[in-house]
């Protein structure tokens, strides 16, 4: 956790140059040291102008909106002082290195403002979580289930099942006690709760994961060289990423461009053509090829229907269908736009079958699979008679939720979770 004691600053808003610099200082020297720079605070959470100066000479760096947030009540916990100054690279440089000077005031490691609310009890591992996927939204999609997440729409949940355990406990250390009334078997009262708690964690397993929505849905075309594919990804990107020549063997590295479609995050992969390759770079990309359609969420299959990959995944398409050519499959042509709205529609409804619709809470893989975990101990207390173990199975239970909000030994997840920061959060 974050060592308290040492105060930590950054900036907090965009690269300069931009019109306005949020520079933000937290821990205990934060008031103090802002006032060394700024001669006086406003009010708490009252915004107000200061020049903020050099203390060592005096001589003015800029003018900054100055606001005070005194902790416990603040974003981290602790006292933070937020300077807004004109975002130029050089006063965001002095600032930062005037401050810096002061005794026990430190530059801030990526993410550490968010690990000390998170030290401080403000947020859980949940909303940290969804809060690093909400700064990285780029999907309408994206922002909303991440928004449900950082402001604790898990977190509310876990909650609520944490007490049902802690309530659970409680019913089979009276049984532990009183085991004559009790005759060994789970009391009748005892099943409903679980069952219904096991009926809740079911629904969110079964729900997709939010490295799904994160990485998009994959869209993976293939077939025979020459098949048009390349020339189909980049007329479904609007881009002209992908080589497009009348040469068989064009492309033989993969390329993946990713894409929204009506909020939805989508990542199409062009691919080497399949055949017996000529040469070994060919060979390998022909082997990447099948890797990404092993891979794939769907597959554009841009071959002959009799060689179709057998995969529920795949969606057969008739490529060049401007030249009119017969055959199965979706008719589209990248020369003429036909049936690429089409195409894109079925793309959509596909990606809708495998992505919540809107607003949801979705789980991470790691809480799913301690989510998992809870699950199956659930199942064996309900078939389990003897109060002793129901009572130590449930305590694990409680455990595990605790791992999933952060509450307990997660030291290594908070690493990583960290690490996906940016400067300055
Ligand atoms: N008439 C017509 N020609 C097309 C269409 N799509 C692609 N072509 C042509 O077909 C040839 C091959 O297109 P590519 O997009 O390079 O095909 P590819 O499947 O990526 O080929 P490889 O990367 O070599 O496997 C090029 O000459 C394209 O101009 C189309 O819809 N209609
Ligand atoms: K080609
Ligand atoms: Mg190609």
Known sequence: MAAT???IVALSSGRPPAAIAVIRISGEAAAASAIALAGKLPNPRQAALRTLRDPGSGEAIDDALTLFFPGPKSATGENIVEFQCHGSRAIVDRVIEVLTALDGVRLAEPGEFTRRALANGLIDLTEAEGLADLLAAETELQRKVALVRASGGLRAKLDSWR??????SADAEVAIDYPDEEDGVMAPDLRPAATELLNEIRDLLDAPRTEKLRDGIRVVLAGPPNAGKSSLINALTYSERAIVTPIAGTTRDTIEIPIAMDGMPFVFVDTAGLR???????AIGVGRARDEMAAADIILWLGPDHDIPASARTLLLRPKADLGSSGAGLPVSSKTGLGLS?????????ARATLPSGVSVMLTNREASLLGEIHTILLQCIQIAAPEIRAELLRQARELVDQITGRAGVENVLDELFSRFCLGK
Do not use: F, K, P, S
């Open 342 to 350: 089409d195409l894109r529609q079925r793309l959509l409804d596909r």
């Open 276 to 282: 017996d390759a000529n040469d070994e770079v060919e």
């Open 5 to 7: 004691g040492e105060t």
């Open 163 to 168: 007490q049902a355990l802690v309530r659970l």
